[in-house]
T-cell receptor, first 115, second 114 residues
Framework: AQTVTQSQPEMSVQEAETVTLSCTYD???????LFWYKQPPSRQMILVIR??????QNATENRFSVNFQKAAKSFSLKISDSQLGDTAMYFC????????????FGTGTRLTIIP | EPEVTQTPSHQVTQMGQEVILRCVPI?????FYWYRQILGQKVEFLVS????????KSEIFDDQFSVERPDGSNFTLKIRSTKLEDSAMYFC????????????FGDGTRLSIL
């Protein structure tokens, strides 16, 4: 079974700074998908970014980018020029490519952006 | 942008009562999911649904739980006899396909069992 580990329960950073959230996972599969979801205080789950394991290029979405290290099974999220609206819980999630459609989530990192 | 909508936003129910949580997935999506999040904990998979049947379920999804797509738009989660430990946020999600297609989540229903 796959597991996802987020080792930073909480982080805080000054507005406009860059912050990196870490995520590691364990799988025996070669093809899979990784996601970062954001959960602000309003509690909705918002997709931030996704990465296909067969792509070497790191995914980027505006201020959000990932550092995907397949051999190390690491999938960190970098937020550049952080904004107050980035304050949220961030969840890393794994999805298999073989019929199994469920997302397996990590325990989350609570990120606070300090004005 | 199309959204997944869930109703109600908050449901308070007496222990032992039946509860139905409702979801309207994105209209052209084919894969539907329920997840739950107990307060302060991670999001956990409950069940996936495709082609009018359950495609996968977790060990949490026992005989007290059922899902249904009663018409072309709604997707429901029923808990037959609620327990205190069923108190959680329940998220519905939908996806347009398998593989890397992202799952889009609703805003959740907060279920409180008294």
């Amino acid at each position: 079974a796959q597991t996802v580990t987020q080792s930073q329960p909480e982080m805080s950073v000054q507005e406009a700074e860059t912050v990196t959230l870490s995520c590691t996972y364990d799988t025996s599969e070669n093809n899979y998908y990784l996601f970062w979801y954001k959960q602000p205080p309003s509690r909705q789950m918002i997709l931030v970014i996704r990465q296909e394991a067969y792509k070497q290029q790191n995914a980027t979405e505006n201020r959000f980018s990932v550092n995907f290290q397949k051999a190390a099974k690491s999938f960190s999220l970098k937020i550049s020029d952080s904004q107050l609206g980035d304050t949220a819980m961030y969840f890393c999630a794994f999805k298999s490519n073989f019929g199994n459609e469920k997302l397996t989530f990590g325990t989350g990192t609570r990120l606070t952006i300090i004005p | 942008e199309p959204e997944v909508t869930q109703t109600p936003s908050h449901q308070v129910t007496q222990m032992g009562q039946e509860v139905i949580l409702r979801c309207v997935p994105i209209s052209n999506h084919l894969y539907f999911y329920w997840y739950r999040q107990i307060l302060g904990q991670k999001v956990e998979f409950l069940v996936s649904f495709y082609n009018n049947e359950i495609s996968e379920k977790s060990e949490i999804f026992d005989d007290q739980f059922s899902v249904e797509r009663p018409d072309g738009s709604n997707f429901t989660l029923k808990i037959r006899s609620t327990k205190l430990e069923d108190s959680a946020m329940y998220f519905c999600a939908s996806s347009g396909g398998q593989g890397g297609q992202p799952q889009h989540f609703g805003d959740g229903t907060r279920l409180s069992i008294l």
